[in-house]
């Protein structure tokens, strides 16, 4: 019956154009989620958990009109799920108003580590300025302590640059120029050769990213003396595609030749080994599952054409487990002064505080890797370090920030047979 029913509010990027609709795999992966919670007999017993959901299509004023129709159309909601940087942003700012808890997972943006404009924001997805740690441990190990930055003029990109000077100011890295650009690079990448830059992080969406291996290969910044940093979630072939539909102006030889020995890192959103989770299953457990529910959605998986959000679909199905989990012990806690869930209202801050501290403490191993949220309520993970060798991406180790703990495959490999200089030597002929 409808009373021992807990509903929670969803919203999903799903349709439309602009940014990212990782709600196509991620709503699946969340509906999963809700049948296994549902299934456990020692989980919210005697409860339901039920999601009311809808398309954003990653645009922050449709977010925000179908949060009020979550928030204004009955049964209340405890809680509300969200993806996209641009609509967590509006959503978690908006929420504290209804003393609602947020769980974004799909949101990257740095900006939203900020307990002042988001008091009650959670996110299953890390924050973009995890790479940074990873990115400076890097230039550790191969004795880089002059860099140089490339960035395109967006949000995302600007907070996670500020985020990693600061890094290199506290570990005594020096950078050299700080390029950016909005969408042609051709100039910013030749103030990087100018200035000699040869250690270079490049912060692009994947369309820019092209254009800047094309100017890299025109002004032949790459090879045996130069080392680019490039973000690790573009698809694996990106710099053999759509050359001809955004009139890159190079080959795929061309492409190739550039892209050669490029280090990537990225943060892991599927668990990497074969461990039982929280669920009782493992990641592969829940890829084939998911899998199936997509090739029934008509996705045609076998011929890897995936809904985008594929890749953070996890987190998305550890986002409805930590929400369950939270709520099962603020159930207990409540219980015990003879409150409940259900009676919750958009004014009891009190219950909300109970559910706010309850997510804070949830800590599980789940399909995306363990999850555990930082003060800010940041997603703490792993990260991945892969290069390109022969054309593919390999493999090169992972980084745990938190215990500063660099897992080392030693498969790098340097096309002038060794680590290449950060600066020119000028040996002194004495
Ligand atoms: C790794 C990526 C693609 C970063 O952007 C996220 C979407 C967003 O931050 O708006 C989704 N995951």
Not at 406 to 422: A, C, F, I, R
Request: charged fraction near 20%; include cysteine; aromatic fraction near 10%.
């Amino acid at each position: 019956n409808d009373d021992n029913v807990l509903h929670i509010g969803g919203i999903f990027p799903i349709g439309g154009k602009g940014g990212w609709q990782g709600g196509q795999a991620c709503e699946p992966a969340a509906s999963l989620a809700l049948e296994d919670v549902n299934n456990r007999t020692d989980l919210l017993t005697g409860f339901t958990l039920k999601l009311h959901w809808n398309d954003s299509e990653c645009e922050p004023g449709l977010g925000a009109s179908v949060m009020y129709n979550l928030l204004y159309n009955k049964p209340q909601k405890l809680m509300l799920l969200a993806g996209c940087s641009t609509v967590c942003t509006t959503v978690a700012e908006a929420a504290k108003m209804w003393n609602l808890v947020v769980l974004c997972y799909g949101a990257s943006s740095p900006a939203l580590s900020d307990r002042n404009r988001f008091p009650t924001l959670f996110r299953t997805h890390p924050s973009a300025t995890v790479h940074n740690p990873t990115r400076i441990k890097l230039m550790e190990k191969f004795g880089w302590s002059r860099v140089a930055i490339l960035q395109q003029a967006e949000e995302v990109f600007i907070s996670t640059v500020e985020d990693l000077e600061a890094r290199c100011k506290e570990t005594g890295i020096e950078i050299v120029t700080r390029q950016s650009f909005l969408s042609d690079p051709t100039d910013a990448v030749r103030n990087l050769r100018r200035q000699d830059a040869r250690i270079i992080v490049g912060l692009f969406y994947v369309v820019a990213a092209r254009r800047v291996l094309c100017e890299m290969y025109k002004q032949n910044l790459y090879g045996k003396s130069h080392v680019w940093f490039f973000i690790g979630w573009y698809e694996d072939n990106w710099f053999e595609v759509n050359l001809e539909k955004e009139e890159v102006g190079c080959t795929k030889d061309q492409m190739r030749i550039a892209a050669e020995g490029h280090l990537t890192t990225e943060a892991l959103m599927w668990n990497q080994n074969n461990q039982r989770t929280i669920s009782g299953k493992t990641s592969e457990d829940f890829r084939l599952r998911l899998n199936e529910v997509l090739r029934q959605a008509g996705y045609d998986i076998d011929n890897m054409r995936y809904p985008e959000g594929y890749q953070e679909a996890p987190l998305a199905y550890d986002a409805v487990w930590a929400v369950a989990l939270a709520f099962n012990k603020t159930m207990e806690r409540l219980h015990k002064h003879g409150k409940s869930l259900k009676n919750f209202t958009y004014t009891d801050k009190e219950t909300a505080d109970g559910i706010y501290s309850a997510i804070n403490s949830t800590q599980f191993l789940g399909v995306s890797g363990y999850v555990a949220f930082s003060s800010q309520g940041d997603r703490i993970a792993l990260t991945q370090i892969e290069q390109i060798i022969n054309g593919t991406y390999v493999k090169l180790g992972y980084y745990d920030t938190q215990s500063d703990n660099l897992t080392w495959l030693g498969k790098e490999k340097w096309s002038g047979g060794k680590v290449p200089q950060d600066r020119t030597i000028v040996r002194q002929v004495l």
